[in-house]
């Protein structure tokens, strides 16, 4: 007999402050709220169903979300012979690249062109995490994913 994993929806540290700020102004604003009230509905849909969201293919997940950079960064050093050169390469490939070591990620529509991105993973036996790395205007969206505007 088939038992049915648990579904848990985690926000990013990124995700969780764009979270927090639509609770905040929700009570003042109809876009806030709109927005903070689609999420919510949303999270209950991936949670009923993981694969709610539209998958984005595999070769246009941003950089940021699949890249190990320190990798690379360590490569410029064995051949690097300014130092401080290194140390800008390190700290900018670890700050602007590398979050999460994602394989799938999901789009998810909200109102006002926001979008919610998230990713799965599974724990195995127990549970399948839906983890939500963004939480972004459609300006960010299209910049994250290199879309540019006319």
């Not at 604003?29 to 009230?37: A, F, N, Q, V, W």
């Not at 919610?116 to 195995?124: F, P, R, V």
């Not at 939480?135 to 960010?140: A, G, R, S, W, Y």
């Amino acid at each position: 007999m088939e038992t049915k994993k648990e579904v848990r929806v985690i926000l990013s540290p990124e995700a969780e402050e764009v979270y927090k700020y639509l609770n905040r102004e929700a009570e003042n604003s109809k876009t806030e709220r709109m927005i903070l009230k689609s999420i919510n509905q949303k999270i209950e849909l991936i949670k009923a169903n993981i694969h709610y969201g539209n998958p984005i293919a595999k070769n246009l997940i941003p950089e940021e979300y699949i890249e190990n950079c320190v990798a690379y960064a360590l490569f410029i050093l064995q051949f690097s012979i300014c130092i401080t050169a290194i140390r800008m390469v390190i700290s900018n490939a670890v700050i602007h690249r590398k979050k999460y070591n994602v394989s799938n990620l999901f789009r998810v529509e909200l109102p006002g062109y926001w979008r919610m991105l998230y990713t799965l993973t599974n724990n195995e036996e127990i549970e399948i995490i839906a983890f939500v790395l963004d939480v972004i205007d459609h300006e960010d969206y299209d910049k994250k994913f290199g879309y540019s505007g006319k």
